[in-house]
C-alpha cells in the first residue's frame, strides 16, 4: 500500500474501508542473517536502509515493548547539523541531507519542518565561539548564518534583549535545520523495512547471548532462543544493562532527560532556539504547544520519569529568555533515559565479540542522528567497514585518547 492524494480522496469517498495495518506482527523465526536489538528508531533506521540500500534478507528487529516506545517518542523532536568538530560534523550534516528526502524515500509522512534554528549569543566570547562552529559548518557543506542583534530582533521581537545579566548580542542561525515528527519517523522506518520483508518482533525482550569461542551464535528472548549470524544492539539508555549479558562493560552512563509541552498557543515561534546563558531550547507544534527542554538529571537512572530541581531549571532558563512563558500553562512532562558517553559523542562499531556490534552514546543527538545512524550501522553490519562520516566513532578511542569532546567538559557525561 502506498500513500498518495490520490489514496486519501479515494478512501474518503469509500468509507476509509481499504487501509490497511502499516506493519505485520510475525513470530521470530528460529534463525536470521541480522538481528537487531532495539525497536526504536536507530534500529528501525538500521533495518530499513540494511534491506533497502545494501539489499540484505533474512532480518529482525526485537523489541521487548511496542515499537517506538523509547526515546524515539521522548524528544523534543530538533533536527540540526550545527556541530563544529570534525568528529561530529560531517556525520551530522549527512544525517540532515537524509532527513530532506526522507519522506519521499519510505512514502511516509514524517512532517519534516525546515523551520531553522537560532543559537542566541550572549557574550562577545560567545560570538567568537559561533563564528568558528559556523566556519566549520560551511566547511562540511552545511549552511550557516551569523546574524547581529538588529537581525535576531526582527525574527524574534518577544525575546528579553536587554536582561542585564544575559543580553542578546546576536545568533547563530542555520536554516535547513527544523523539526520532524519523532513518532512519524519511526511509523515510516517501520513500515520501510516491514514493506522490504524485515520481521518486526515486539514484546521479545533479549535476556542473554549465546556466545561460542569469542562468536556471537544468537540471542536469548523471552520468546525463545533466535540464532543469528551478526547481531546489531541499539538499546539507548538500556545499552549497558544488555551488552552487560555479553560480558561487556561499556564507558556509558544512563541518565534522564526530560522534556516538557505547553498548552496550544497561537504561532508565535519561527522555528527552533536555544539560549546561550543556560540550557534551554524551544520551539512550537504544529499544534501551538510549545515544545522545550534543558539539561539531564544530574543522575543515574533508567527510569522514564525525572525530578522537580530539573523542571525548575528549565523553566528558569526560559524564563530569562523569554519572561511571557511563566503565563503560559504546562500541559504535559516526560522522561527519556539518555545513553551518555564520556566525551558526549557516539559510538558505531564493532565489539570484541565476532559477530556483535554497538550504537550507542547519543546523548543529547540521537533524535536528530537517527537517518545517519541507521544508516551507517546498516554499512557496518553488511559491510564490516565503519561508513566514512561515522569512522570516528570507535570503541576503543577512550582508551586511544581520541575523544570527541564537543563541549569541552573531559570525561563528565552528566555535563554533555
Known amino acids: 500500500m502506498r500513500f498518495s492524494g490520490f489514496r486519501v480522496i479515494k478512501e474518503a469517498l469509500t468509507g476509509h474501508k481499504g487501509w490497511q495495518p502499516l506493519w505485520r506482527n510475525p513470530d521470530p523465526k528460529p534463525a536470521y542473517d541480522y538481528v537487531i536489538v532495539g525497536g526504536g528508531g536507530h534500529g528501525l533506521a538500521t533495518a530499513y536502509y540494511l534491506a533497502n540500500t545494501f539489499r540484505k534478507a533474512r532480518i529482525a528487529v526485537l523489541e521487548k515493548g511496542w515499537l517506538g516506545s523509547g526515546n524515539i517518542g521522548r524528544n523534543t523532536t530538533i533536527i540540526r547539523s550545527n556541530y563544529g568538530l570534525p568528529g561530529n560534523q560531517p556525520f551530522y550534516e549527512f544525517s540532515m541531507k537524509l532527513w530532506e528526502g526522507l519522506e519521499q524515500e519510505f512514502n511516509f509522512?514524517?512532517?519534516?519542518?525546515?523551520?531553522?534554528?537560532?543559537?542566541?549569543?550572549?557574550?562577545?566570547?560567545?560570538?567568537?565561539?559561533?563564528?568558528?562552529?559556523?566556519?566549520?559548518?560551511?566547511?562540511?557543506?552545511?549552511?550557516?548564518?551569523?546574524?547581529?542583534?538588529?537581525?535576531?530582533?526582527?525574527?524574534?521581537?518577544?525575546?528579553?534583549?536587554d536582561n542585564a545579566r544575559f543580553p542578546i548580542k546576536g545568533g547563530l542561525m542555520q536554516r535547513r535545520a527544523g523539526t520532524a515528527r519523532h513518532d512519524g519517523v519511526a511509523w515510516g522506518y517501520a513500515r520501510g523495512a516491514d514493506r522490504a520483508g524485515v520481521d518486526l518482533i515486539q514484546n521479545c525482550e533479549v535476556t542473554g547471548f549465546r556466545i561460542e569461542e569469542g562468536r556471537i551464535r544468537g540471542v536469548e528472548t523471552s520468546r525463545g532462543y533466535i540464532a543469528a549470524a551478526k547481531v546489531g544492539v541499539a538499546v539507548a539508555g538500556s545499552t549497558s544493562r544488555v551488552m552487560e549479558k555479553a560480558g561487556l562493560r561499556l564507558p556509558i552512563e544512563s541518565h534522564v532527560l526530560q522534556a516538557f509541552v505547553s498548552e496550544g498557543l497561537k504561532p508565535l515561534i519561527p522555528g527552533v532556539i536555544t539560549f546561550g546563558a543556560g540550557h534551554f531550547y524551544v520551539s512550537q507544534s504544529d499544534k501551538g504547544g510549545l515544545v522545550f527542554g534543558g539539561d539531564i538529571d544530574g543522575y543515574n537512572s533508567y527510569a522514564q520519569r525525572g525530578n522537580m530541581p530539573v523542571i525548575e531549571d528549565v523553566i528558569e532558563g526560559g524564563m530569562a529568555l523569554m519572561p511571557m512563558i511563566g503565563r503560559a500553562r504546562l500541559l504535559r512532562v516526560w522522561g527519556g533515559i539518555m545513553d551518555m558517553s564520556m566525551d558526549g559523542s557516539p559510538i558505531i562499531d564493532r565489539t570484541p565479540v565476532e559477530g556483535l556490534y554497538l550504537n550507542a552514546g547519543w546523548c543529547y543527538g540521537g533524535f536528530k542522528a537517527t537517518p545517519a545512524s541507521g544508516y551507517s550501522f546498516a554499512h557496518l553490519l553488511a559491510t564490516d567497514t565503519p561508513h566514512e562520516t561515522a569512522r570516528h566513532f570507535r570503541l576503543d578511542r577512550f582508551a586511544r585518547?581520541?575523544?570527541?569532546d564537543e563541549k569541552g567538559m573531559g570525561a563528565q557525561p552528566n555535563l554533555h
Open 109 to 161: 509522512n514524517a512532517m519534516v519542518s525546515q523551520r531553522g534554528i537560532l543559537n542566541l549569543i550572549h557574550t562577545d566570547a560567545q560570538r567568537d565561539a559561533y563564528r568558528r562552529r559556523g566556519n566549520a559548518m560551511l566547511f562540511s557543506g552545511a549552511d550557516a548564518e551569523l546574524l547581529d542583534r538588529d537581525r535576531v530582533r526582527d525574527m524574534c521581537p518577544w525575546l528579553n534583549f
Open 401 to 404: 585518547g581520541h575523544v570527541i
